[in-house]
């Protein structure tokens, strides 16, 4: 069974640090693009990072540019997101995803519409 489960998610003070999991089963995570989004109530959902499988090559939200990095953990199936510096405005749910089936392979790895399978969400609030 195909499933996506992310931790780490926390309340952190402004310029604080947060550590996101996400541990796929049912499939191999670094063999698909791969991509963390966060949503806002009452805002559009925003893709934060991705990995692409076509190239490996990675992509940011230029509103997390030089703040967060994303890295995968081969061995242990699971992709991170490393949030450093964190902003007021990063307060979100955040979701990882994964394109399991490539049928909208020709839409960027930022694009949510590319995804099939998502986690279930964790929370990450920037409080002071």
């Known amino acids: 069974q195909v499933q996506l489960v992310e931790s780490g998610g926390g309340v952190v003070q402004p310029g604080g640090s947060l550590r996101l999991s996400c541990t796929a089963s049912?499939?191999?995570?670094?063999?698909?693009?791969i991509g963390w989004f966060r949503k806002v109530p009452g805002k559009e959902r925003e893709g934060v990072s991705c990995?692409?499988?076509?190239?490996?090559?990675?992509d940011y939200a230029d509103s997390v540019k030089g703040r967060f990095t994303i890295s995968r953990d081969k061995a242990k199936n699971t992709m991170y997101l490393q949030m450093n510096n964190l902003e007021l405005e990063d307060t979100a749910v955040y979701y990882c995803?994964?394109?399991?089936?490539?049928?909208?392979?020709?839409?960027?790895?930022?694009?949510?519409?590319?995804?099939?399978?998502w986690g279930q969400g964790t929370q990450v609030t920037v409080s002071s």
């Open positions: 049912g499939f191999t995570l670094d063999l698909y693009t």
């Open positions: 995803a994964t394109d399991l089936y490539g049928s909208r392979w020709y839409l960027g790895c930022l694009n949510g519409d590319r995804y099939s399978r």
């Open positions: 990995f692409s499988s076509s190239d490996g090559s990675t």
